[in-house]
């Protein structure tokens, strides 16, 4: 079901939820969640809080995932590793300074490389006293690791001046590899201003070189990234001017002149060209710089807030943001013009990122698809979601919907160097924080992890499958039962379908806001590839006065029909029906979607609708999809909605402008 979402100067009462009540949701519109299961395992499988998962892939079967915990009472950083594509993992290893001293120890915001059999592990901790970052090195493939190195002992001079020594303010730092080659990256305000230094290592940690400035003086930001391809190095930066006295600060989101700048070494770091202007209209970096192993394809990506507006309160609210990509196939000298990986009204998480190999790139993101009730047939929450999208031409396209990986956020991203596998780890929060991982096919339709092979932290846990976020299967055919005394709605839906509950908020008639979609129910796909899953959906609307008739308001709706959508053909329009018991007419029409980022790109919708007229409110009931697909799903959504009960006295609702 493609949505469409209309927005009005003024919006009459009563067209305006059969108008949105075509649509899902903004969230539902870019979403879709594949026909089987998903699994997941719980790395960190422990009664404390594990954050900061990042992970790295080596090969074609290595999988490293490194957090801080604070199981043992104290904050530690723990290290998960897979030798056969992400299917088992072994016990955690504690990496972080584990001497006497270690109460005093704050572990923060780990960072994680790796090639071939060589594994790097960076941190932040204060265990000296004072704030520095530390590196432990393994070579056997993380089976044993070297003693915490000081990052600040090998490449500043300690017990200096602190304007003569190197600050390597690690909570900004990033590492990456290639080979023997580690490279560090970090940004210091040594020489009065912020700029970005780069320090290297060709003996995995033993020493390092002199650090490199690679902004001199240029614009730099704090927020930046490092990516390595053999010996291709590119770091890159965003920035912004000041308006008020024009110096560089950080970039952050909701800014229009954010700019990108990007420096490249081919010759492994030793020398670095002029940065390179990526975009100058640029959002929040995140995660998103990426080089591909197998060409000279540089992919940039970043989160776009810039279409927002502030509310009567003063709060800034948004309108729409997106995650854009622009990508380089000449190693990084020049770049295309972005296209748009993700564009939603659900609010999208800084916490992006992408990886390459070849002429794939993937992308992951975390969104608030919205709260309520727990969803059993997802097997999961409302709230933050992780997804997971795909290009298979160098990042000129997408699939759409992207992928559903499960509840959380902060994901990290990695992929193997044969492409089948994708690795996706993150966040999630069951009571304490926990750190889950799943393993993603090639074609991006999830592959179930082992749950008998799940490793813990340390040793001291115990039936760690029952961590497992999976889904028991259900009964073939099964309906599941939705209610919402709120709104006084009761719906039946089958269990293999997937419910959305309301994303927009509403607002009073009459007003700017349109009328939000209540739920939404998707047909489960019927292929990877299959982008528009038809759906139901369901509007409730206030009306103008208790006296507002079912005529009324289907003359007003099927003109506004007929205003909205030019080329709309209304093949049956009928009062011979009921919805809920109640007196309700029914119409079935097509019409062609366009859509307004790439008009070429159009659509053939057909949509059934009913709705019905009860206690001064308007109850829309809508069955829509591509035409070609229209009748597929056409006997469930007839099952639904003449299941429908609609209460005859509604509680009164709260926050919802004129509604109750």
Excluded at 172 to 190: E, K, P, R, T
Excluded at 420 to 434: D, K, P, Q, S
Excluded at 519 to 525: E, I
Aim: glycine share 8%.
């Amino acid at each position: 079901m493609i949505a469409l979402i209309f927005l009005y100067s003024t919006i009459a009462a009563a067209p305006s939820s059969i108008i949105n009540s075509i649509s899902t949701t903004a969230y539902a519109s870019t979403i879709a969640v594949p026909s089987e299961q998903q699994g997941s395992l719980n790395l960190s499988n422990n009664e404390g809080d594990s954050i900061s998962p990042v992970m790295a892939a080596s090969g074609n079967n290595n999988v490293y995932v490194a957090w801080v915990d604070d199981t043992r009472g104290y904050k530690a950083v723990f290290l998960a590793k897979s030798l056969d594509g992400g299917i088992a993992f072994g016990n955690a290893t504690l990496l972080s300074n584990s001497n006497n001293s270690r109460n005093s120890s704050f572990p923060e915001e780990p960072q994680i490389a790796a090639s071939g059999n060589n594994v790097y592990i960076a941190w932040y901790d204060n265990i000296t006293g004072n704030y520095e970052p530390f590196l432990v090195v393994s070579t056997d493939n993380g089976t044993s690791f070297s003693n915490p190195i000081s990052l600040k002992e090998k490449v500043g001079v300690q017990n200096k001046d602190a304007s003569d020594e190197y600050g390597l303010l690690a909570s900004f730092s990033q590492i990456a590899a290639s080979g023997n080659n580690l490279y560090v990256i970090w940004y210091d305000n040594i020489t009065g201003s912020v700029e970005t230094f780069l320090t290297k290592s060709t003996d995995n940690g033993i020493s390092f070189s002199d650090p490199i400035n690679l902004s001199q003086k240029a614009k730099v930001g704090t927020t930046k990234n490092i990516a390595v391809s053999g010996n291709n190095v590119y770091v890159l930066w965003a920035v912004r001017e000041d308006e008020d006295n024009n110096t560089s600060t950080a970039a952050s989101p909701l800014t229009t002149n954010t700019q990108f700048l990007l420096v490249k070494s081919t010759e492994g770091g030793t020398t670095f060209s002029q940065p390179v202007i990526v975009t100058n209209e640029g959002g929040f970096l995140g995660g998103g710089l990426a080089a591909s192993g197998n060409n000279n394809n540089v992919y940039v990506a970043w989160k776009d807030d810039t279409l927002s507006e502030t509310t009567a309160e003063g709060f800034m609210r948004v309108l729409s943001n997106k995650i854009s990509l622009a990508k380089s196939t000449d190693g990084g000298t020049t770049f295309s013009k972005p296209v748009n990986i993700i564009e939603s009204k659900s609010s999208i998480g800084s916490d992006f990122n992408i990886a390459a190999n070849a002429n794939n790139v993937y992308a992951v993101w975390s969104m608030d698809v919205g709260a309520g009730e727990f969803i059993p047939e997802l097997g999961r929450l409302p709230g933050e979601h992780i997804f997971a999208a795909k290009s298979t031409d160098g990042g000129t396209t997408f699939n759409k919907p992207p992928i559903d990986v499960g509840n959380g956020r902060f994901p990290e991203v990695s992929v193997s160097d044969d492409n089948n596998n994708l690795y996706v780890t993150w966040l999630y929060n069951i009571g304490n924080a926990e750190i889950f991982f799943t393993k993603i096919t090639g074609n991006l339709s999830s592959q179930l992890t082992d749950t008998a092979s799940l490793g813990t932290t340390e040793t001291n846990a115990t039936d760690a499958a029952s961590t497992l976020a999976v889904e028991e299967p259900k009964e073939e055919g099964a309906f599941l039962t939705y209610e919402n005394p709120n709104y006084g709605i009761k719906i039946q839906y089958p269990s293999s379908w997937v419910k959305i509950e309301e994303q927009e908020g509403g607002g009073e008639l009459g007003s700017t806001a349109t009328t939000p979609v209540l739920v939404s129910f998707f047909s489960p796909a019927k292929s990877p590839t299959d982008e528009h899953p038809e759906s139901v959906n369901i509007v409730v609307e206030v009306l103008p006065s208790q006296t507002f008739t079912l005529d009324e308001y289907t003359q007003s709706g099927i003109n506004e029909l007929r205003t909205s959508l030019q080329d709309v053909n209304i093949i049956e329009s009928t009062d011979n029906t009921t919805l809920a018991g109640n007196p309700a007419h029914k119409i079935i029409y097509t019409f062609t979607f366009i859509d307004k980022d790439n008009p070429s790109n159009q659509l053939s919708i057909k949509n059934m609708q009913i709705w019905t007229v009860k206690n001064g409110k308007a109850y829309v009931f809508s069955y829509g999809g591509v035409v070609s697909e229209f009748s597929e799903s056409l006997a469930d959504a007839q099952k639904m909605i003449d299941s429908s009960e609609i209460s005859s006295l509604l509680p009164t609702i709260t926050g919802r402008g004129s509604i109750g």
